[in-house]
């Protein structure tokens, strides 16, 4: 079982339409991040939000942290194929500790 | 932010033997973290190497299969051994600095 759970798993879209990503935990975080993950790279960091209710915006790209700080979503506006990845979550539970991972949602935007 | 070299970047191994993955990151870091990511899936933390002392392994990894080394604060090496097609996965290394997980472009491991 996984400490943070990802849903959905895969999600398919048409360039221009909307997506969420849902991040739940029933434990608490300290601060959660959110990843994007190409083929053949690294993950690459999207946005670190650590203050419950907190909402973030880059761009097209939404993120919130839930008021009790133990769920997080992302919400992408009017998706583009650029978007295609994997999108992680990861949470830590006080600073400096090591990052836990959810099982990712693989995210595909056709034109 | 932190730059990560990572080799090889992929390689095909027979079942048995061994592959040892490098990591050489552009400036000292007291932690390096070895991630295993089965394909489609996510990060499962395999061991965090600390510089001058032994790696502390997650549950369901163990030294023996998993060894690493840490020779200085740049550079750390992890062996995956004795390999079987279970071990086809990619291997990342990763660093934290500033809030952020930097990672390796990855090892893309195949056994046959």
């Known amino acids: 079982t996984q400490l943070l759970e990802q849903s959905p798993q895969f999600l398919s879209i048409q360039e221009g339409e909307n997506l969420t990503v849902y991040c739940n935990s029933s434990?608490?975080?300290?601060?959660l991040q959110w990843y994007r993950q190409e083929p053949g790279e690294g993950p690459v960091l999207l946005v670190t939000v650590v203050t419950g209710g907190e909402v973030k915006k880059l761009k097209r790209l939404t993120f919130q942290f839930g008021d009790a700080r133990k769920d997080s979503s992302l919400h992408i506006t009017a998706a583009q194929p650029g978007d295609t990845g994997l999108y992680l979550c990861a949470g830590t539970k006080a600073a400096g500790n090591k990052l836990t991972f959810g099982g990712g949602t693989r995210v595909l935007v056709k034109p | 932010s932190a730059v990560i070299s990572q080799k090889p970047s992929r390689d095909i191994c027979q079942r048995g033997t061994s592959l040892t993955i490098q990591c050489q990151v552009d400036?000292?870091?007291?932690?390096m973290f070895w991630y295993r990511q089965q394909p489609g899936q996510s990060l499962t933390l395999i061991a965090t190497a600390n510089q001058g002392s032994e790696a502390t392994y997650e549950s369901g990894f163990v030294i023996d299969k998993f060894p690493i080394s840490r020779p200085n604060l740049t550079f750390s090496t992890l062996t995956v051994s004795n390999m079987s097609p279970e071990d086809s996965s990619i291997y990342l290394c990763s660093v934290y600095r500033g809030g952020e997980a930097f990672f390796g472009q990855g090892t893309r491991l195949t056994v046959v």
């Open positions: 400036s000292q870091v007291t932690m």
């Open positions: 434990s608490v975080f300290s601060s």
